[in-house]
């Protein structure tokens, strides 16, 4: 890609931006979010047409007038809000971006595809599941195995392993450097500074829509990446100090709840979190975590146990009963749950509030909302938009900082956290991880669901570990490491 341009009404998402990646590499990607990055790889997966510049792939010139022309051209990606048919079944999305597949693919033979691809990725995945029934993590395994199966020369993953352990992770290492050794070129987007260092041969870095710089991962260090990316020294993160531990605000004794499927997806699952402690939830995506926030939450039905909140039972299944009792909820899915993509910043804000300050009788203070949401997005450092532009229009940080401002807000009791950084860069998990240690420091009892263990080890006092619906161990964060947590998520013991 050389001297790309791409320009939207009232901002230059690309400036005279060059990128390259070489035959046999791994070349990754960084820069904060609303740096450019995505709609660098929009424009080369045929997404978005660039307003100057030109594309090369193997040398020649290339015309991409839609993503039909770049897989024709051998260019495939796994996107951080997914590309697929909810209604149809993991075998099928796969086969319909299979090139290779006959027009007419038995069943049973699609799902047998399936089967092998998930197995050599290290991927485990229901190849005869609906999407609609997957977490976030197993959709993004799909991708992953699309853009394999697809047969891309030039493969863009972006952020892989955000809902893997570190043994599958190593796993999908070991599969892209033998993609790298037989001729296929990878570009990595993550904001995992060890992985880029790990697994990257060259990196580049975007800051403001323009190319800053592209350095070998030999030849630089990871607070020097960071330093690049923020245009700031960063300094590097430290293990939160744990602080005064009060009584149990949270509490769920014997949890069971039915998944989207109708089998059981939480299986007798008790624990407690007491204001000022922040109590990790570690596992691989798919084992009932998202389930387990949902029931806290009350937007799933339990099936047994109860919730309390300051030792009084929540209504279950009724979110209206969480809010009141100060159960705040920040879904892993901030785009499609966390936010309504539509409706303004300053209507997203208020979303949880509306009854209160911001009304009067049946009718909404418009000018107060306005006022109240351009105060959030002031403290918040939202940036890219005002309080009237659609929530859709901000970026993955920004947008997840809408959320936080609303629940935060709120002055909560409890706060139910699932992937909290999922997606963002250096600089924006650096501000999130920022409001999470403040509310665990104002008294907040903070429930942590996350697959980044780092994350975890950084955040928690404590990490209770979950496989297949039920909890099979918890460890001090202080004294815990990697590789057992990680063998816990994995169901061995």
């Known amino acids: ?23 046999g590499e791994v070349h990754a990607l960084l820069g904060e979010n609303g740096a450019g990055k995505t709609t660098l790889m929009n424009v080369l997966t045929g997404l978005y047409r ?17 993503p039909r022309d770049a897989i024709a051209a051998g260019i495939g990606m796994v996107h951080q809000h997914f590309r697929l048919v909810e209604t149809l079944t993991v075998a099928e999305n796969i086969a319909l971006a299979d090139r290779q ?15 092998l691809t998930a197995e050599a990725l290290h991927m485990p995945v229901d190849p005869g599941a609906k999407i609609w029934q997957l977490s976030v993590g197993e959709q993004q395994r799909v991708e992953i195995m699309k853009a394999v199966r697809s047969g891309s020369r030039v493969l863009i993953l972006d952020e892989p392993t955000a809902v893997l ?54 030849e630089v260090t990871r607070n020097e990446l960071a330093s690049l990316m923020v245009g700031r020294d960063v ?13 149990v605000v949270l509490e769920a004794r014997g949890l069971s709840a039915r998944g989207d499927r109708g089998v059981d997806a939480l299986r007798d699952v008790s624990f407690s979190v007491r204001a000022g402690e922040v109590l990790g939830v570690a596992g691989v995506a798919g084992n009932g975590q998202r389930e387990l926030a949902e029931v806290l939450t009350g937007l799933r039905p339990a099936s047994a146990g109860v919730v309390e909140v300051d030792g009084k039972r929540l209504r279950d299944g009724d979110p209206r009963a969480a809010i009141r009792a100060g159960v705040a909820h920040v879904p892993e899915d901030r785009l499609r749950t966390g936010v309504a993509p539509s409706l303004s ?7 949880k509030s509306y009854r209160g300050e911001v009304s009067r009788g049946p009718f909404l203070l ?84 996350s697959e980044d263990l780092d994350e975890l080890l950084t955040l928690a006092d404590r990490i209770v570990v979950m496989y297949e619906g039920a909890i099979v161990g918890e460890v001090d964060a202080r004294a815990a490491s990697v590789e057992e947590i990680g063998l816990l998520m994995a169901g061995v013991a």
């Open 345 to 351: 910043i300053a209507s997203n804000v208020v979303l």
């Open 165 to 218: 352990t570190p043994q599958e992770a190593q796993a999908l290492f070991r599969t892209l450097r033998v993609m790298a050794a037989e001729g296929h070129s990878v570009v990595v987007i993550t904001h995992k500074l060890h992985e880029v260092m790990e697994v990257a041969d060259r990196v580049t870095v975007l800051r403001g829509g323009r190319s800053i710089a592209t350095v070998r991962t030999s």
């Open 50 to 66: 660039p307003d100057e510049g030109k594309i090369e792939v193997g040398g020649r010139p290339v015309e991409l007038h839609s």
């Open 366 to 449: 418009l000018r107060r909302i306005a006022a109240r949401a351009a105060d959030l997005i002031r403290r918040y450092d939202v940036r890219g938009a005002g309080p009237h532009a659609p929530a859709r229009l901000l970026s993955g940080g920004n947008l997840q900082k809408v959320v936080l401002a609303r629940e935060f807000s709120s002055r909560p009791k409890a706060l139910v956290v699932a992937a909290p950084t999922r997606g963002l860069d250096v600089g924006a998990i650096e501000t999130v991880h920022g409001y999470l240690r403040d509310a665990a420091a104002e008294g907040v009892a903070v429930l942590l669901v």
């Open 1 to 23: 890609m050389r001297g790309v341009t791409k320009r939207f009404p009232g901002v230059v998402a690309n400036d005279d931006v060059s990128f390259e990646v070489a035959r």
């Open 101 to 115: 597949a006959p027009f007419l693919l038995r069943g049973r033979e699609a799902e047998r595809q399936v089967e």
């Open 235 to 247: 300094e590097p993160e430290r293990r939160r100090e744990p602080g005064e531990i009060g009584e």
